[in-house]
């Protein structure tokens, strides 16, 4: 359609009202040129941001012991099936509504995508969570920098310099500090443990592949139609492994249910948007701090409100893996080789739709 306007119009066009498509850690997402003129809103949107980072800071630091809640008295599996079939058709509905038409290769990807990210990323935290702390469960999540760095090595799509590989040793230190009397304890949670590094490896697999998949353009459908794919796929799992027939919904107690809504409306939805908006108006850097920052908000949630032991091997645990994720990131930093984008790498919203 934009190619049969004549190219003065179309350049003023693509000039002053076309978003364009760029390329932020290897996912595509729209983002609108910047105008010439200063916003007349700048402290609505200050707000804005300020919310936004809120969302992915606060919220999603908060959802670890809000699983731990909601697997007390549901089935784990039951729990991140529901939780993704709501937030994922939520926003699938609402991406269909501004103009995106799922293809093919779009549900192949995502159900590529849904199996790494849900039915194991998820699927096994959800169920660790029944064994181990919410905030060790967050700690030990926060593995999957050094995996995504580990895998991306081995593919021959990325060095590890000596700050990244100083990284990955101080991180494997954290990860043993947390885990190095569970050899010797009665109660030992390595089941648990493992099933939560598990998840953190298999979200690194699929964030490390994501590139070479056929995603959708759009922002909210390259969300939801992953959602919807290992939603489908968690709740087919939980049929098999009879979760659904071990459900009484008479015995699931009121925290369980207020905890399985904040996920759903809150941890999926509000959060997931939050952060596609930030990666459309923030450095991505920037936006990657929550990264640091949804460890230490779990840990101080799970010792508050549940109790969890906030001991010294904790702390310790947390500065080694949080200082790991510092070093790794400033050592990709450091590998990542400095290049201009062609002009031709920018494709404009309305090229798309021709």
């Not at 290897?26 to 402290?43: D, E, F, K, L, W």
């Not at 954290?174 to 998840?199: M, Y």
């Not at 010294?312 to 450091?334: C, M």
Request: glycine letters at 8%; hydrophobic letters at 50%.
């Amino acid at each position: 359609m934009c190619r049969d306007q004549p190219s003065q119009i179309l350049a003023l066009h693509r000039q002053f009202t076309c978003e364009k498509l760029i390329n932020i850690g290897g996912h595509p997402v729209i983002a609108s040129r910047p105008s010439r003129n200063p916003a007349p809103h700048a402290r609505a949107e200050s707000i804005k941001v300020a919310l936004a980072f809120t969302a992915i800071y606060i919220v999603w630091g908060s959802t670890y012991l809000a699983i731990r809640y909601v697997v007390e008295t549901i089935p784990p599996l039951v729990t991140a099936g529901i939780r993704h079939t709501i937030a994922g058709g939520v926003l699938l509905a609402w991406a269909c509504a501004r103009g995106y038409r799922p293809r093919r290769e779009h549900w192949l990807a995502g159900m590529v995508l849904g199996a790494l990210f849900f039915l194991i990323g998820h699927g096994s935290l959800h169920w660790a969570e029944q064994k181990v702390a919410s905030g060790l469960a967050a700690l030990l999540i926060a593995t999957e920098p050094m995996f995504i760095l580990v895998l991306a090595w081995a593919m021959g799509r990325q060095r590890i310099s000596r700050i990244s590989a100083l990284g990955l040793a101080v991180g494997v230190a954290g990860v043993a500090i947390l885990t190095g009397l569970q050899f010797t304890s009665k109660d030992s949670n390595l089941l648990g443990i493992g099933a939560v590094l598990l998840g953190s490896l298999s979200w690194a697999l699929g964030v490390v592949i994501t590139p070479r998949l056929k995603l959708p353009s759009d922002a909210l459908a390259r969300t939801a139609v992953p959602l919807v794919c290992g939603a489908a796929m968690l709740l087919l799992s939980a049929g098999v492994t009879g979760e659904f027939h071990a459900l009484h919904w008479s015995a699931v107690s009121l925290k369980s249910l207020l905890g399985l809504g904040f996920l759903i409306v809150f941890g999926s939805i509000v959060a997931f948007t939050a952060y596609t908006w930030l990666l459309q108006r923030c450095p991505p850097t920037v936006v990657a701090t929550h990264t640091y920052a949804n460890p230490v908000v779990a840990v101080l949630l799970g010792w508050l409100l549940a109790s969890e032991p906030l001991t010294a091997r904790v702390w310790l645990a947390s500065i080694a893996i949080l200082g790991a994720i510092v070093l790794i990131r400033k050592g990709e930093r450091v590998t990542e080789p400095r290049r201009v984008a062609p002009a031709s790498e920018e494709v404009t919203a309305s090229e798309q739709c021709a």
